[in-house]
């Protein structure tokens, strides 16, 4: 069951094969090799496409509200929280479409 592991390591030096732990950075390891790693399949192609835009992705507005109560329970981690606070949100990014709706239709007519 792969669920249940939390590193997983691949180089260059062992092609084709795939260590992994239960725990980050825990003594015991087990091996897995791929399964398309033959000499006539290539080298193993990873993900050229980054997974989130650049810039600051949007957070869910529950999750702000989570920080909001964290921080009565935290001391010394304000500038911290505050950065947070502030990261554009869906809601946010919600206000400035419907404005830019508005603006639109307002330039129809």
Same mark, same amino acid.
């Given at each position: 069951? @792969?669920?249940?592991?939390?590193? *997983?390591?691949?180089?260059?030096?062992?092609?084709?094969?795939?260590? *992994?732990?239960?725990?980050?950075?825990?003594?015991?390891?087990?091996?897995?090799?791929?399964?398309?790693?033959?000499?006539?399949?290539?080298?193993?192609?990873?993900?050229?496409?980054?997974?989130?835009?650049?810039?600051?992705?949007? @957070?869910?507005?529950?999750? @702000?509200?989570?920080?909001?109560?964290?921080?009565?329970?935290?001391?010394?981690?304000?500038? *911290?929280?505050?950065? @947070?606070?502030?990261?554009?949100?869906?809601?946010?990014?919600?206000?400035?479409?419907?404005?830019?709706?508005?603006?639109?239709?307002?330039?129809?007519?």
């Amino acid at each position: 069951m @792969i669920s249940k592991y939390k590193e *997983f390591d691949y180089s260059q030096q062992k092609r084709g094969k795939v260590t *992994f732990r239960e725990f980050i950075s825990g003594l015991a390891t087990s091996t897995f090799s791929l399964e398309k790693m033959t000499p006539n399949y290539g080298a193993l192609a990873l993900p050229t496409t980054k997974a989130y835009p650049p810039g600051k992705v949007l @957070i869910n507005d529950k999750k @702000i509200e989570d920080v909001k109560k964290l921080m009565s329970y935290t001391v010394g981690y304000e500038s *911290f929280h505050n950065k @947070i606070l502030y990261w554009p949100t869906d809601r946010s990014a919600a206000a400035v479409a419907l404005v830019d709706s508005v603006e639109r239709l307002n330039n129809l007519t």
